[in-house]
């Protein structure tokens, strides 16, 4: 098993991967987005990704970020979405990807690194507290769809 920086060629896989973890976050009608805008999105720089790759079954996980910025804190790198299919969960992939997202954090010399997790999701809150990380109380999300 090896992590390495995705390609143009693994966004059908990463597609598939937020498609599973919608169904997971009990949301797969807000899924839109297409393997159309991946791609277009991907080839212009809006984000970039990590893949765990195993030799037998392909890839098994994968982490997507861009690059933003804290008027707060400074640089920062957001983790939009991070996941492991579920016939690999456990097995240590979760660790190995967020690490490298942590390093590409560091090596893009961000101050923190953010992300979304929901307040029911307790085995990611587990994994997340486990790594040391502030899960933040009070912030309300807000939005607005155009």
Not at 32 to 55: H, M, N, P
């Amino acid at each position: 098993m090896q992590i390495r920086q995705a390609t143009r060629e693994d966004l059908p896989a990463i597609h598939s991967l937020v498609e599973e973890l919608a169904i997971y976050e009990k949301e797969p009608a807000a899924f839109v987005a297409t393997l159309e805008e991946y791609q277009r999105d991907f080839d212009s720089g809006w984000f970039e990704a990590i893949v765990a790759e195993s030799e037998e079954v392909g890839i098994i996980g994968m982490a997507v970020y861009y690059e933003t910025f804290s008027t707060w804190k400074g640089r920062m790198l957001y983790l939009e979405d991070f996941v492991v299919t579920v016939s690999h969960r456990k097995s240590g992939v979760g660790q190995l990807l967020f690490d490298r997202v942590l390093e590409i954090g560091r090596q893009k010399s961000c101050r923190l690194v953010k992300w979304q997790v929901l307040d029911w999701n307790e085995p990611a809150l587990r994994f997340y507290r486990k790594n040391k990380a502030e899960i933040e109380a009070g912030w309300w999300n807000g939005k607005v769809y155009l």
